[in-house]
């Protein structure tokens, strides 16, 4: 049981530059968030999913997309990296009808 | 809409002495409520959560809230502080148990020195 798995967890990239977070759970969790850390600025909800096929916007999702196509896997792809992109990425999942937030360890991303 | 307002940016305090995280929500809908402690270089870890019932809530580390639906706030407190609770500490709130599209606060960075 690995819980929320996140890769890469380091991670430079040149401005205008394309590429995927990866976040992975083996919990069979329906839910599954990502957030950004930003110093000052707390964890800010990117984009969520309440099940395969099915995502949502939350209060940072410009620059980002998402797809859920399996219970386990919610990958987050950054399409133009911009130096505004550099932050710390979490990913999250937890079972529909649980009260429990797993996150995952971090990864933590630089544009150049 | 949710939003959670973390009233100190930082708190600085003496070991052993007595500790207060101040948090204050907003939603129009149900809210469950979750303190995060933040270690440096670290990931996030549960100190407590309140999901219904008994409004004082007990967590781990001698950690505990209160929720005050009429105040609406969700105060961290300590009654003893040590060096090692050195940390970023978030507030955070959901519409749901499952805690599905958490909305933080920006945090408190909380020194303790002896």
Avoid at chain 1, 30 to 37: A, C, I, L
Avoid at chain 1, 76 to 102: D, E, H, M, W
Avoid at chain 2, 29 to 53: H, I
Wanted: proline share 4%; glycine share 8%.
């Amino acid at each position: 049981n690995a819980g929320v798995t996140q890769t890469p967890k380091f991670q430079v990239l040149k401005t205008g530059q394309s590429m995927t977070l990866q976040c992975a759970q083996d919990m069979n969790h329906e839910y599954m968030s990502w957030y950004r850390q930003d110093p000052g600025m707390g964890l800010r909800l990117i984009h969520y999913s309440v099940g395969a096929g099915i995502t949502d916007q939350g209060e940072v999702p410009n620059g980002y997309n998402v797809s859920r196509s399996t219970t386990e896997d919610f990958p987050l792809r950054l399409l133009s990296a911009a130096p505004s992109q550099t932050s710390v990425y979490f990913c999250a999942s937890s079972y529909k009808g649980g009260n429990t937030i797993y996150f995952g360890e971090g990864s933590w991303l630089t544009v150049v | 809409a949710q939003s959670v307002t973390q009233l100190d940016s930082q708190v600085p305090v003496f070991e052993e002495a007595p500790v207060e995280l101040r948090c204050n929500y907003s939603s129009s809908v149900s809210v469950y409520l979750f303190w995060y402690v933040q270690y440096p270089n670290q990931g996030l870890q549960l100190l407590l959560k309140y999901l219904s019932g008994s409004t004082l809530v007990k967590g781990i580390n001698g950690f505990e809230a209160e929720f005050n639906k009429s105040q609406t706030s969700f105060h961290l407190r300590k009654p003893s502080v040590h060096i090692s609770d050195t940390a970023e500490y978030f507030c955070a709130v959901s519409a749901n148990q499952a805690g599905t599209a958490l909305i933080f606060g920006k945090g408190t960075t909380l020194s303790v020195s002896s």
